[in-house]
């Protein structure tokens, strides 16, 4: 049987294309209730300049995908991360206008272009990391940075760089699908909090940022963002998994049973019978069980248009 892609273990292209589904669906409700577009729109105003984006830790393009086509104008993102399979491995849907990816090392430096409502997105995908170059980003040339599922991942100096970054630029942000440790299992049981508790503790390993803040990022990125003069919007973006109704909902219900019990017995290796005795009980029930997973996105304008 086809095992589901694992949720710690890095990224993969089979993991970020789960997820890709149930983040799309989140955004979509946090958009509606921060009116995300509009007020973008509006902080923007009328300009005939395409709109110029930052995608940090941008995988396969998920975010871009999503929040691309409600842009409704022409745009330019640059799209990066430190990882050149995953830049490798974006949809055939954009069409390449330069030098093919492969043996590309450093710079892709490749332009791709989606068209979209007769309003071309002009892609650039870029391989850095972002631990240590994120000043090396044209920062002074950004309308937008954005980042999904990205500053959970992160350390409290990284997050101080990002809004300093961001600040000086006068750049808007959207920082999107960030964890807030809430996991509700329908029907639950009895070692539930216990194993969420655990994996927590595991997503504060460091990620190469520094020990990660978890879900301690969104209330440090806000307070950081309103210290800086930023108007600061938020809404939930939670993955809503039903295993019954949603045709990818049993292999992500599988994907985050293994990937949890993972974390735990990693976090708690003399805990290991009880982990799997919770891991059997969850995958027994796989099939009709439902899980909230709480996310919170961002979006932070700042006092002054972008000229
Ligand atoms: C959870 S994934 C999210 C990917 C994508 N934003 C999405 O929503 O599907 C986190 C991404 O951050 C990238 N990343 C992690 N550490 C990084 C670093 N030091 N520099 C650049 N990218 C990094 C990973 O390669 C991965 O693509």
Redesign the pocket.
């Known amino acids: 049987m086809k095992q589901p892609p694992s949720t710690v273990d890095?990224?993969s292209a089979d993991w970020?294309g789960l997820?890709?589904t149930f983040?799309s669906d989140a955004r979509a409700v946090a958009a509606r209730q921060m009116q995300l577009v509009d007020r973008l729109q509006r902080w923007r105003g009328p300009t005939s300049r395409p709109w110029r984006v930052i995608?940090?830790?941008?995988?396969?393009g998920?975010?871009l995908r999503w929040l691309a086509p409600r842009l409704v104008c022409a745009q330019q993102w640059l799209a990066?991360?430190?990882?050149p399979a995953?830049l490798h491995a974006w949809p055939a849907v954009f069409e390449a206008t330069a030098t093919s990816l492969v043996n590309a090392t450093a710079d892709l430096g490749e332009v791709a272009l989606w068209p979209l409502h007769s309003t071309p997105v002009q892609i650039v995908r870029r391989q850095?990391?972002?631990?240590?170059h994120l000043e090396a980003l044209p920062w002074q040339h950004a309308d937008l940075v954005t980042?999904?599922?990205?500053i959970d991942?992160v350390g409290p100096a990284w997050l101080k760089r990002l809004v300093t970054n961001c600040s000086a630029a006068q750049s808007s942000l959207l920082l999107t699908?960030s964890v807030d440790g809430r996991h509700h299992w329908h029907p639950a049981d009895r070692d539930d909090p216990w194993v969420s508790n655990a994996f927590a503790e595991h997503q504060q390993r460091d990620?190469?940022?520094g020990a990660a803040l978890g879900a301690g990022a969104v209330p440090l990125l806000v307070r950081l963002l309103r210290e800086a003069g930023y108007r600061v919007f938020q809404a939930h973006s939670d993955w809503q998994v039903d295993a019954h109704d949603h045709p990818q909902g049993q292999t992500m219900i599988d994907a985050m049973v293994d990937g949890l019990a993972r974390a735990a017995q990693e976090q708690m290796p003399a805990e290991a019978p009880r982990v799997r005795a919770w891991r059997t009980r969850r995958k027994t029930s796989a099939s009709k069980s439902r899980l909230t997973v709480g996310h919170i996105d961002v979006l932070a304008l700042p006092p002054e248009r972008k000229g």
């Open positions: 890095g990224f970020l997820r890709e983040d995608d940090l830790g941008c995988g396969t998920s975010n990066v991360d430190h990882d995953l850095l990391d972002l631990a240590e980042g999904s599922a990205l991942l699908i990620k190469g940022f």
